[in-house]
């Protein structure tokens, strides 16, 4: 068996004016769907981040993919992270400043995810077997997920006679956010609730962790992730206000800047008697950031990703080294549709040392731009069911595949720029700064 077609299909979907510290969602998300076909005729499929930039590293490793058998994953690996290395000048592998999918220096782990998993998608295929089967069998065939929310402005995304329907409305104090939840979690069935924080000034993110706690209760973990907004002596302020409302399972993600800024509020912390866990998908993206990241007791909860950690086998390799050294995991997420949820479910799935729900923005999304055939991966009491369907066991919609394809051709993003968006319609001179408060 050999590769025989290698197609690349960048779409746009539409997004909702969320709010972070990196500025302002764009009524747009972009994304690569990618198609493997071998010569025997099976195709495998896989979702990864959009533009031209992911685009480029894609269509730079045809040579490598092309005639290529899809079952030796090792050898495209070592061809693609010895280019990397060639390519490689020196820099900060964190996404501290860079916006996931942007970082060049982690280009290489994103291009070989989204290859891997459409390998794994034809063997899958070829075996009549599901992914996480394939690569060692499922630790749980329905992994859990959690309700992420955002602030927001008014609006639902999309442009023009796109535009789409408002689900949540505007989201920019305690108790709309409280209503954002109860929305989410009535339509989805989550059981915990992460708040993107790093938005508002802390003294109302605080407020809105509180008023979250006292409608759902203990029974409800929750987190924050602002995203290294907040400097360390913040970081400590806002980790001794909320020490009970992110105990019992929930964590403090990214609160400030680097393994240094985040062992000092660690540290400040605990001599207080409070063991809030620092989770992190900022400080920790790559397997060098582990032992330091430990060493230094700077993050207990590490944020995999399997597009950037370079795939689901990878993902595993990471549960085992967390584990090894007690270190939690969890999942982080970008704007995706359902090809990347399955993706995401997966990886999950093939992960004994999972030791909390994942992120994802799915419920962000809208049925008017999956591409999965169908319609949407539902997501039922909070978590996503793994069937017996072979490979991912999601196949694509061809025309709403070309639909998405149409709209970005029409549109001129080609890279996400929240600082851009956020002098558009917010501040016309509004830049990220770290720390902000």
Not at 58 to 85: I, K, N
Not at 218 to 235: H, K
Not at 285 to 310: C, K, N
Not at 429 to 437: A, I, S
């Amino acid at each position: 068996m050999r590769i025989s077609e290698f197609r690349i299909h960048p779409v746009a979907i539409a997004d909702g004016p969320l709010r972070s510290s990196y500025g302002r969602h764009a009524p747009y998300a972009l994304r690569s769907v990618v198609e493997l076909k071998t010569d025997d005729g099976l195709t495998g499929i896989s979702e990864t981040y959009g533009g031209d930039g992911p685009a480029a590293a894609l269509e730079a490793a045809r040579s490598y993919v092309m005639g290529s058998d899809p079952y030796q994953l090792t050898s495209l690996w070592m061809s693609l992270a010895q280019r990397a290395e060639q390519d490689r000048k020196g820099g900060d592998r964190s996404q501290t400043y860079l916006v996931p999918g942007e970082n060049p220096l982690d280009v290489h782990a994103r291009t070989f995810a989204a290859i891997e998993v459409a390998c794994l998608d034809i063997i899958g295929k070829a075996m009549g077997r599901p992914i996480c089967d394939i690569v060692g069998g499922a630790a749980r065939r329905e992994p859990p997920f959690s309700a992420y929310l955002f602030y927001k402005h008014g609006g639902g995304g999309g442009l023009g006679a796109d535009v789409r329907e408002d689900e949540y409305g505007e989201c920019l104090d305690a108790q709309s956010m409280v209503r954002q939840a109860k929305q989410m979690i009535a339509k989805y069935g989550f059981k915990e609730i992460k708040l993107k924080g790093g938005v508002l000034d802390p003294a109302e993110e605080i407020d809105t962790i509180r008023a979250l706690r006292e409608e759902f209760g203990a029974a409800f973990p929750l987190r924050i992730d602002p995203n290294c907004a907040w400097s360390v002596e913040t970081s400590v302020e806002i980790g001794r206000a909320l020490k009970d409302e992110l105990s019992d399972g929930g964590y403090l993600e990214d609160p400030t800047a680097s393994l240094d800024g985040m062992a000092e509020v660690r540290r400040r912390l605990l001599a207080e008697g409070n063991d809030t866990p620092l989770a992190s998908n900022v400080a920790t993206t790559a397997f060098e950031h582990l032992a330091p990241a430990r060493r230094m007791d700077a993050v207990q909860i590490v944020l995999s990703d399997p597009h950037y950690w370079g795939g689901i086998r990878n993902q595993q390799h990471l549960s085992k080294f967390c584990e090894a050294l007690g270190l939690g995991l969890s999942m982080h997420s970008n704007n995706h549709l359902g090809v990347s949820m399955m993706i995401m479910a997966h990886a999950s799935a093939a992960c004994p040392h999972l030791t909390y729900a994942c992120d994802t923005h799915y419920p962000w999304q809208t049925d008017v731009d999956e591409v999965v055939l169908g319609g949407r991966v539902p997501i039922v009491d909070g978590c996503v069911r793994i069937g017996n369907k072979p490979g991912l066991g999601v196949e694509l919609d061809y025309d709403q595949l070309a639909r998405g394809e149409e709209r970005y051709a029409k549109l001129p993003y080609r890279k996400r720029d929240d600082e851009a968006e956020m002098r558009k319609h917010v501040d016309p001179n509004w830049k990220r700064v770290l720390p902000r408060w």
